[in-house]
C-alpha cells in the first residue's frame, strides 16, 4: 500500500541545522515535496525534488533523495526561530491519475 | 492573483446540520482537491476533480459530495454532519500532472466543529 512516515517531533537550537526525515512505500513516486505549515495555515510548498534525482540545493535547504531505501530528507541549514513550523513529506504517485500522500508532518521547534 | 480562497474560516455545527464550504481558486487550473487533517494523521484526501464536471472519490469520502460544475469553484458538502467530521478542512488546486506542475496550491484551511 501507499504509505509516507516522518517522525512526529524534531528539536533544535538557533543556528544549527535541521534534519527532517521522511520513508515512503510507493515506487512509483514521481516527485517528492516538502511543505511547510505554520500555525493557523495552509500548507505552503518549500521544495520538490523529481525522484530521478538524489540531491537539490536551494538556499538554506538541501532535499536528498535515496531512492533505493525510499528515504526523503530536508536539511535546514542555520535554522531560524522562523523555520518553526510542521514540516509535511508528500509523495505524487501515478495510481491511475492524480494523486499525493502526504506523511504525518514533523513539528519542529527551534530554541533561541 | 487571489490563490486558493476558502469560506468560511471557522465553522460550528451540531450533528445533522448539512453545510457547504466554499473553495475557488483563480489561477485556471484543472486540478483541485479537498483534503481533512487530523492529529497526527497527514492529510487524507476526500474528493477530487481533474476538471470541470468531472469529480472522483479520495480516500475518505463517505459523508461527503462535491460537484465541479466551473474551473475555478469546487465546494465541500457536507450531507449530514458528525462529531468524526470535526476536522480542518484544505483545498488544494493544481495545474496538472506532468512535471513540477503536480504542485498543489491550498488554501488557508476551513476549522470545522461538529457538536
Not at chain 1, 535547504?61 to 522562523?82: E, F, Y
Not at chain 2, 460550528?12 to 481533512?36: F, I, P
Request: aromatic content about 10%.
Amino acid at each position: 500500500g501507499e504509505d509516507v512516515e516522518q517522525s512526529l517531533f524534531l528539536s533544535v537550537r538557533e543556528g544549527d541545522s535541521s534534519v527532517i526525515n521522511c520513508t515512503y512505500t510507493d515506487s512509483s513516486s514521481t516527485y517528492l515535496y516538502w511543505y511547510k505549515q505554520e500555525p493557523g495555515a495552509g500548507l505552503q510548498l518549500l521544495t520538490y525534488i523529481f525522484s530521478n534525482m538524489d540531491m537539490k540545493q536551494d538556499q538554506r535547504l538541501t532535499v536528498l533523495l535515496n531512492k533505493k531505501d525510499k528515504h526523503l530528507s530536508l536539511r535546514i541549514a542555520d535554522t531560524q526561530t522562523g523555520d518553526s513550523a510542521i514540516y509535511f513529506c508528500a509523495e505524487s504517485i501515478r495510481a491511475g491519475g492524480f494523486k499525493t500522500i502526504f506523511g504525518a508532518g514533523t513539528r519542529l521547534f527551534v530554541k533561541a | 492573483n487571489a490563490g486558493v480562497t476558502q469560506t468560511p474560516k471557522f465553522q460550528v455545527l451540531k450533528t445533522g446540520q448539512s453545510m457547504t464550504l466554499q473553495c475557488a481558486q483563480d489561477m485556471n487550473h484543472e486540478y483541485m482537491s479537498w483534503y481533512r487533517q487530523d492529529p497526527g494523521m497527514g492529510l487524507r484526501l476526500i474528493h477530487y476533480s481533474v476538471g470541470a464536471g468531472i469529480t472522483d472519490q479520495g480516500e475518505v469520502p463517505n459523508g461527503y459530495n462535491v460537484s465541479r460544475s466551473t474551473t475555478e469553484d469546487f465546494p465541500l458538502r457536507l450531507l449530514s454532519a458528525a462529531p468524526s467530521q470535526t476536522s480542518v478542512y484544505f483545498c488544494a488546486s493544481s495545474p496538472g500532472t506532468v512535471g513540477s506542475k503536480e504542485t498543489q496550491y491550498f488554501g488557508p484551511g476551513t476549522r470545522l466543529l461538529v457538536l
